[in-house]
């Protein structure tokens, strides 16, 4: 099992969930508000930088559609623009289910 979590500006989240809506037996996804700042800080110099706002994406998938999940997001969050996001794939070593017990690495 695969964690797929993707930070993309949050005018892109509705063509990202909907493109991965497309995907058959896509898993469902979590997303939040969330706020950071990566290589921008060095182009201010010593100056304040604000946070940026983004919206965060975490997905869990059996491994044989991470790739896919993953080039979606790529696909379709990029702009060309500075500040974009980033995406990433992680292991998963166990899922669970709360609320029947079940406990497994399949467990997407």
């Known amino acids: 099992m695969k964690e ?3 930070y993309i500006q949050p005018y892109m989240l509705n063509h990202v969930t909907h493109a ?4 058959p ?12 700042f ?4 060095a182009e201010t110099g010593n100056e304040y930088q604000p946070f940026y ?6 997905i869990f998938a059996a491994d044989d559609m991470a790739g896919i999940i993953f080039d979606t997001i790529m696909r379709i969050a990029h702009t060309g623009h500075h500040g974009d996001g980033k995406a990433y ?4 070593i166990q899922g669970g289910r709360i609320s029947t017990g079940e406990k497994g690495p399949e467990l997407a």
């Open 53 to 58: 706002g983004k919206k965060r994406i975490e």
């Open 38 to 41: 990566g290589r921008e800080r």
């Open 89 to 92: 794939i992680v292991d998963a």
């Open 25 to 36: 037996d896509f898993p469902g996804m979590s997303v939040s508000n969330c706020e950071g």
């Open 20 to 23: 991965l809506m497309e995907i």
């Open 4 to 6: 797929i979590r993707a």
